[in-house]
């Protein structure tokens, strides 16, 4: 079965500091990558995706990602971190044939100390 | 476009009761999505429709839960009774799903969700 893995549970970080989120999916074939960011009391909302072409994909407020195929890995990056990305940041894959379902990984906390 | 619209935004009920939450998905979108959202079990998909259909129901977590998409426009989430474990936020999602393999439409569109208390 597909599944995504989502390697911290809760990260703590200083403003500037810089960010990756580990995120590893378990699927040989075609698949779609997306991160989600849901900001507390809030929806999910989208931050990225990829699909095809250029592995490194930027997002918005600054957020990149890089799909390693070889990897099995789509970790989020950001440069410097700022305390408005105070959020929980969420891994997702839709595999080939799926109809469109995303299959999530447990989520990342992430906690950015002014 | 407005977005996915859900109601009501906050239900507070009594254990026993019947509780009805309601989806309006994206217009144009042909997949709906049912989430439920705990501190203890995180993310969890319920049930997924694609054109009205169910496709998956195997994250219902039991009887007293059911789904129904009468139309294109409008999902509903029922659960009867309700219990105080069902105390959650739930979340519906819609996205277009085509037969391309890779397809830039597949993102989900969340909607604000519905804080469900059982007291």
């Known amino acids: 079965a597909q599944s995504v893995s989502q390697h911290n549970h809760h990260v703590i970080l200083s403003e500037a500091a810089s960010l990756e989120l580990g995120c590893n999916y378990s699927?040989?074939?075609?698949?779609?990558l997306f991160w989600y960011v849901q900001y507390p009391g809030q929806h999910l909302q989208l931050l990225l995706k990829y699909f095809s072409g250029d592995p490194l994909v930027k997002g918005i407020k600054g957020f990149e990602a890089e799909f390693i195929k070889s990897k099995f890995s789509f970790n989020l990056r950001k440069p410097s971190v700022q305390w408005s990305d105070t959020a929980e940041y969420f891994c997702?894959?839709?595999?080939?044939?799926?109809?469109?379902?995303?299959?999530f990984g447990k989520g990342t906390k992430l906690s950015v100390k002014p | 476009d407005a977005g996915v619209i859900q109601s009501p935004r906050h239900e507070v009920t009594e254990m026993g009761q019947e509780v009805t939450l309601r989806c309006k998905p994206i217009s144009g979108h042909n997949s709906l999505f049912w989430y439920r959202q705990t501190m203890m079990r995180g993310l969890e998909l319920l049930i997924y429709?694609?054109?009205?259909?169910?496709?998956?129901d195997s994250g219902m977590p039991e009887d007293r839960f059911s789904a129904k998409m009468p139309n294109a426009s409008f999902s509903t989430l029922k659960i009867q009774p309700s219990e105080p474990r069902d105390s959650a936020v739930y979340f519906c999602a819609s996205s277009f799903w085509g037969l391309s393999r890779v397809s830039p439409h597949n993102e989900q569109f969340f909607g604000p969700g519905t804080r469900l208390t059982v007291l």
């Open positions: 429709f694609n054109n009205n259909v169910p496709i998956d």
């Open positions: 699927y040989g074939g075609t698949v779609n």
């Open positions: 997702a894959v839709n595999a080939g044939g799926s109809q469109g379902n995303l299959i």
